[in-house]
């Protein structure tokens, strides 16, 4: 076991948990879709640069989560729902990238 510990947990088959206040998650699905950031505030858009390594993203507080590597999912995901600090579940569906419905609140409180 390594001392790394990360700031989210897998759970089924397309849900992440977001678990460190202090840590935001960038989370990568595929090259052509929008990359998302999970904050203790909720899940939205990531605009700024994506960090270009580990090393850079923990310098700025983030940790870069690619849904395809395979201590995640070992896939692209279509659909993907994130649970976030802010006591919601959040629906990410990339297949509607572009517009208002791309990320929605699926449950008000999920605990």
């Known amino acids: 076991m390594n001392n790394y510990e990360k700031a989210f947990l897998v759970s089924g088959r397309n849900t992440l948990i977001h678990k ?6 960038v989370i ?6 929008p990359v998302i950031v ?3 505030h909720g899940v939205k858009i990531f605009t700024e640069e994506v ?3 580990k090393v850079d993203a923990k310098a700025r ?12 999912f070992s896939e692209n ?12 579940e959040y629906k990410v569906d990339y297949s509607k990238a572009g517009t208002d419905l791309f990320i929605r609140i699926h449950q008000e409180n999920y605990i």
């Open 61 to 72: 507080y983030l940790e870069l989560v690619d849904i395809a590597s395979s201590d995640v």
């Open 20 to 25: 460190q206040k202090k840590v935001d998650l």
């Open 77 to 88: 995901k279509t659909l993907l729902f994130v649970q976030a600090l802010n006591n919601k």
């Open 28 to 33: 990568v699905n595929d090259t052509g879709d």
């Open 51 to 53: 960090p270009s390594s």
């Open 38 to 40: 999970a904050t203790r």
